[in-house]
């Protein structure tokens, strides 16, 4: 089927944001997370340290969370100008960030499983190896968490409600990663030298507690923005309001959603007794909502 030439896109539907910098950042933490899940995972296996072998595995489930993440960078960019987008593949990255959480959530109660495991039934640790390869991978995870950090909090009047999910989701995994080779050490130290071996299942426990907190807090963002719940209804009542005063109009039909990290998009249908041009209304519109990079609007005669 050949293109119609007869539809003249006369503005882009690219939503999206620049995530070259950001995609590279997550390769580069992909690629540490993988090599001391490796580690982590080999050296527990030999020294009978669970902790440590969760803290591998946990790794592992993040290391292929990055991997959702960096496919939604390309995915989006990949099909950034495909006209079969009606509004663009901005919210891929709010995909790729539900995703990630929803992982999260799952990491989270696996530890919280193993941890009460080992509780009931304490393992006999090779402190000393398992201590200096947590400690690589807490140095790991802190490099990692410093690669991230200037993307997911400084993004100026954005910070609060306009950033990157994608990213914000693989900042989490990062420091997930860095809390539970925190606690890692700290449980394997006093296993060590006050035979606090219950340490061990206590942390893992507390650790999946903080997780999965963070989890549900992605998990609730990024699916209000897939679900196109984004404005509150405040918001539609002052927009009412205002075409009320400005031009005696009566909103019929409105939707308003994101399409992209700091972009929204409308479709409008008033009624009035004397209407004006679309701009009139796309101007009150964006006294309310200055985000909005795509309007359709109609408007109709009120029956006399």
């Known amino acids: 089927m050949q293109d119609d030439n007869s539809i003249q896109w006369d503005h882009s539907h690219d939503f999206g944001i620049d995530n070259k910098h950001r995609e590279n950042k997550v390769k580069i933490v992909f690629w540490l997370t993988t090599i001391i899940m490796v580690l982590e995972i080999t050296v527990g296996t030999t020294s009978g340290s669970m902790a440590l072998l969760a803290d591998g595995w946990h790794m592992g489930t993040h290391s292929a969370a990055f991997l959702i993440t960096i496919f939604a960078y390309s995915y989006a960019k990949k099909h950034a100008d495909n006209k079969s987008f009606s509004f663009g593949t901005g919210k891929v990255n709010y995909l790729g960030g539900f995703a990630s959480a929803v992982a999260l959530a799952i990491v989270a109660l696996m530890m919280a499983i193993e941890s009460v495991q080992r509780l009931i039934e304490p393992q006999v640790i090779l402190f000393n190896e398992a201590i200096i390869v947590a400690i690589i991978g807490l140095v790991v995870n802190i490099v990692s968490v410093f690669v991230l950090h200037d993307d997911h909090h400084h993004h100026g009047e954005e910070h609060d409600h306009h950033h990157d999910h994608n990213m914000k989701a693989a900042y989490f995994h990062v420091l997930a990663d860095t809390l539970t080779s925190l606690l890692a050490i700290i449980a394997l130290l006093t296993g060590k030298y006050y035979g606090w071996i219950w340490m ?41 309001k205002n075409m009320k005063e400005e031009n005696n109009a009566i909103i019929n039909d409105i939707h308003i959603w994101k399409v992209g990290t700091s972009h929204q998009a409308a479709i409008l ?18 006294q309310h909502l200055p985000r909005l990079s795509h309007i359709s609007i109609e408007v109709n005669v009120a029956a006399q």
């Open 200 to 240: 061990d299942a206590v942390m893992g426990i507390v650790g999946a507690a903080v997780i999965l907190r963070w989890s549900y807090g992605l998990i609730k963002e990024s699916s209000n923005v897939l679900l196109d719940k984004t404005v509150s209804p405040n918001s539609f009542a002052n927009i009412a």
């Open 269 to 286: 249908s008033v009624v009035t007794e004397e209407p004006l041009e679309p701009y009139f209304y796309k101007r009150i519109l964006k």
